[in-house]
């Protein structure tokens, strides 16, 4: 998965049996964990934590690659301590193992990961603590409120000190010290920012709550229906703001308020997905170039917009742009390759260009995209035998389930070649099924 800037996060697919097993598991022992910081209360609470402070100073702490790092056998002894139950501790463990075989890491983009690395850092959390430190944390981000500036340094090296213990560092660009005061500062110019563009539409528009999350999104959490139109109208304007940002028209805008647009902008995507007025393409393609985990928002869009609007040529002509951009990693193709596969034929030369790109992907060095790449073959009726055949001699059970629904779609598969996979496995036949009828 792309990370917000360059470089991207690995992210491990278990096999479908496990993942079953995985979130049957957590759920297991979920009551005996620690409560789920990625609330949105807790949210609210931890920004309120630095804005409400009474101390000088609140240091922010962020875990460099916290998932990566977690040791299993740290782990294993926090899940014992909380659950005194030996065999759902082994089978955590025994799962973990074959995820990483170096005794380290969680899988990423998982809820059941999620819920271990809470519990996980509330170790970190509870050695903070013991110095009568007053600690928030939200995932893996921890706030400490320090009155003086020595102090603040002090909790930094305590922190760094405890994560070594727990095999973690301290990430060097998101830890910092900074006065109460600006927190409260920051606070009030979001504030002004929001009301520019939420309170210029509308008298008064109320808004419950904005929460800034997940690689720095900002989300609704309700908006009363009166407000829905001057909602609408003020996305549009972040939109055209950005327009003008990204052309050079506002050069006159500060560093700060452009991040927050920046920030605001995957919220107007969602909120104008169902907009009679399309968003113009550009807005996304800058965007996605600019900060390449954004695609998913944008591949939202589309896909939200499919049942309301007749916009084939349009969503295959953006898709293509979008691969034209250049900076479309492993995560990005496979989040492509589903949106082209819920598309209806197009007619225009980008639908054909994509579709040629797509059946390119069937040779990609990424087992998921690969087979992605053969449903939408399957889907427009172009994946071969020989392409099935060349798939399955290098598929494992991640994705021979996939290939198996892929051929049941396209249907006019050699027979010898069907019975093969079909008699590989029940979930094989299963699947074949269910690529017949989808």
């Not at 702490?61 to 998932?67: K, P």
């Not at 340094?153 to 010290?177: F, P």
């Not at 006159?252 to 308020?257: A, L």
Request: proline fraction near 4%; aromatic fraction near 8%.
């Amino acid at each position: 998965m792309p990370k917000k800037k360059f470089g991207h996060r690995p992210i491990v697919l278990p096999d479908v049996a496990s993942r079953c097993l995985y979130v049957a598991l957590i759920d297991s022992i979920d009551k005996q964990l620690e409560p789920d910081s990625r609330s949105e209360e807790n949210w609210k609470n931890f920004e309120k934590f630095a804005e409400d402070s009474p101390s000088e100073y609140v240091v922010d702490i962020d875990i460099a690659a916290c998932y990566e790092f977690i040791d299993h056998q740290i782990l294993h002894r926090e899940i014992l301590m909380r659950t005194m139950d030996y065999s759902k501790a082994d089978a955590i463990h025994s799962f973990l193992k074959r995820c990483s075989l170096n005794g380290r890491g969680l899988p990423q983009l998982s809820t059941p990961s999620d819920r271990l690395a809470d519990l996980y850092l509330s170790v970190l959390e509870r050695q903070l603590l013991r110095h009568k430190l007053p600690v928030t944390r939200y995932a893996d981000d921890f706030r400490i409120r320090a009155e003086g500036w020595e102090e603040a340094n002090e909790v930094i090296e305590y922190a760094a000190e405890y994560a070594r213990e727990l095999g973690l560092i301290l990430s060097s660009d998101k830890t910092g010290i900074m006065r109460a005061e600006a927190h409260r500062s920051r606070a009030k110019n979001r504030e002004t920012l929001q009301k520019k563009y939420f309170d210029s539409a509308k008298a008064r528009l109320t808004l419950v709550q904005l929460i800034q999350r997940d690689y720095d999104d900002v989300e609704v959490v309700e908006i009363p229906p009166d407000d829905e139109k001057a909602l609408k109208e003020s996305m549009q304007r972040i939109i055209m703001e950005w327009r003008l940002l990204t052309t050079g028209r506002r050069p006159d805008m500060d560093s700060y308020k452009s991040t927050e647009l920046r920030h605001m902008l995957p919220l107007a995507i969602t909120v104008l997905q169902k907009d009679p007025q399309r968003i113009d393409s550009k807005v996304f393609t800058n965007l996605i170039f600019r900060e390449p985990v954004r695609l998913e928002r944008v591949c939202k869009y589309v896909l939200n917009r499919m049942a309301s609007f007749s916009e084939t040529d349009e969503n295959w002509s953006l898709i293509w742009q979008i691969i034209e951009t250049g900076r479309i990693g492993p995560w990005g193709r496979i989040w492509i390759l589903h949106v082209a596969g819920k598309l209806p034929e197009g007619s225009s030369d980008e639908f054909r260009k994509v579709l040629s790109w797509a059946r390119n992907q069937c040779n990609d060095r990424h087992e998921v995209v690969r087979a992605e790449a053969a449903w939408v073959a399957a889907r427009f009726k172009t994946l071969t035998d020989d392409v099935i055949v060349e798939l399955l001699k290098e598929s494992t059970n991640i994705s021979e389930h996939a290939l198996a629904a892929a051929m049941g779609h396209q249907g006019d598969i050699n027979s010898s070649l069907k019975k093969s996979v079909i008699n590989a496995g029940k979930l094989n036949k299963e699947a074949f099924s269910w690529g017949e009828q989808n």
